[in-house]
């Protein structure tokens, strides 16, 4: 297993020889509106995900895509991701008992691609030049309805207890791989005219899961995984398009993430520990020159993405990380960032740190790594408003970078032609947005 500074140096070096479309050899996503003006904003679009949540549903995001006040808030962003498949209209879901015993309680995966088309349509027709629309997709959720009772054999299965966990694909399983390549994922998705790609939520988590799996297991899974990504990554690119994978914190320099953590060097192949078994940098010796392959990162700082010691992590180390890493992928080509979990706990007095401050917090973290081609998107939280907010600074001037970022401790800064911005990563556990300065210039 690599060091922390091996990891970051391979990772460079991977990512810069991926594909030569600039002469550094980074790669471009062709046909954008990218601007160093202004922050180039992406929506995030799991507009109908707080419907299942505690309480009363929300209208601002339980609505799906029919609301024509959304579409029209999210006409304005430069990518728009549409329709989060979970209970839009044709894509109901269910478990996968209910949906085996009464089919008419689920949609199929046709009828629910094909409301994600049509969706899709009258706002790719009405974008404008450079602007880009796309599709949404689960790894575990939003699916699983569709898996027939006869593949059960496609599910992660622990093999201590025998438990079957449902909705979470053993991608060892060459069918239920390929059903993902080529019907979840589809060849419907390539050559659709209405979407620019697909966006792929948590992504390359199971392997780190506990499922009672070896090492040797873990490794297999996530092998297996890649592989099917490597396919599904090639036809986007042979098609003009793109698939933007979350890969929510797995930086290889911060060891406890979503509760995982990376395997330590030497650990024995029959270890059973839950625990990534590879750090971010062979994502990209596999995926970076496809030229179809873009990281998304959840920018969520402080939270559970980022450090978080409230469970077990290091919110300075994970501040830091988050800065690093992106700094090093945004410079290999397209990169998005997110701050879409709100602050964690809903914020005070559950935590010491509000909205705002964590969009503060993100946005900073965001600026000092940016390069061309780098997106971003901010809302208040899963179960709120945060899908249809404009934040002020969408609309400051940015203009070019004067020079990378300055990082002395855990202090970083960094200067474009109309703004100074500045994180102390050291106050983000205990200052509600203070730790992040921005001055802004005409």
Request: proline letters at 6%; glycine letters at 10%.
């Amino acid at each position: 297993m690599r060091s922390a500074a091996q990891t970051t140096r391979v990772l460079a070096t991977v990512l810069i020889a991926a594909r030569g479309d600039r002469a550094d050899g980074s790669w471009v996503w062709p046909g954008t509106n990218w601007t160093w003006d202004r922050l180039n904003i992406a929506t995030w679009g799991t507009n109908s995900s707080c419907c299942g949540a505690p309480g009363p549903p929300n209208p601002a995001c339980c609505s799906g895509f029919d609301n024509r006040t959304e579409i029209a808030f999210k006409e304005k962003f430069d990518v728009i991701f549409v329709d989060n498949l979970l209970n839009t209209p044709g894509c109901r879901v269910n478990t996968p008992e209910v949906c085996h015993s009464d089919p008419s309680a689920c949609d199929t995966l046709e009828q629910c691609l094909a409301h994600r088309s049509a969706v899709a349509a009258p706002l790719k027709a009405k974008s404008r030049s450079g602007q880009k629309v796309l599709g949404y997709r689960g790894i575990v959720i939003a699916w699983w309805n569709y898996v027939t009772a006869a593949n059960a054999d496609w599910w992660i299965k622990d093999p201590l207890t025998g438990e079957v966990h449902e909705g979470v694909l053993d991608w060892r399983v060459p069918a239920a791989a390929d059903y993902f390549v080529t019907k979840v994922i589809g060849e419907s998705t390539y050559t659709d005219p209405h979407i620019d790609g697909v966006f792929v939520d948590s992504g390359f988590m199971i392997a780190g899961g506990d499922f009672n799996l070896t090492l040797d297991d873990r490794e297999a899974l996530m092998r297996a995984e890649l592989a099917a990504f490597h396919r599904i990554a090639t036809a986007m690119a042979a098609h003009g398009k793109v698939i933007v994978v979350s890969l929510k914190n797995h930086f290889g320099n911060v060891s406890d993430q979503q509760g995982a953590r990376l395997c330590p060097p030497g650990m024995a192949k029959t270890n059973r520990t839950p625990c990534y078994p590879f750090p971010e940098d062979y994502y990209f010796d596999v995926l970076g020159s496809t030229g179809g392959f873009i990281p998304f990162r959840q920018f969520n700082i402080p939270s559970r993405d980022f450090g978080d010691a409230a469970h077990g992590g290091n919110d300075t180390i994970g501040c830091a990380a988050a800065v690093e890493n992106l700094a090093i992928e945004a410079k290999s080509g397209p990169a998005f960032a997110t701050n879409n979990d709100g602050a964690p706990s809903g914020g005070p007095p559950n935590s010491t740190i509000t909205w705002h401050g964590q969009h503060l917090v993100s946005l900073a973290a965001f600026m000092l790594a940016a390069e061309e081609g780098s997106y971003f998107s901010s809302g208040h939280g899963w179960t709120d408003d945060g899908n249809t907010f404009w934040w002020p600074e969408y609309d400051k001037k940015v203009g070019r970078p004067l020079g990378p970022y300055k990082r002395e401790g855990f202090v970083f800064s960094r200067s474009f032609e109309h703004l100074d911005v500045r994180l102390d990563c050291g106050l983000i556990a205990t200052a509600d947005g203070g730790a992040a300065d921005f001055h802004w210039r005409a």
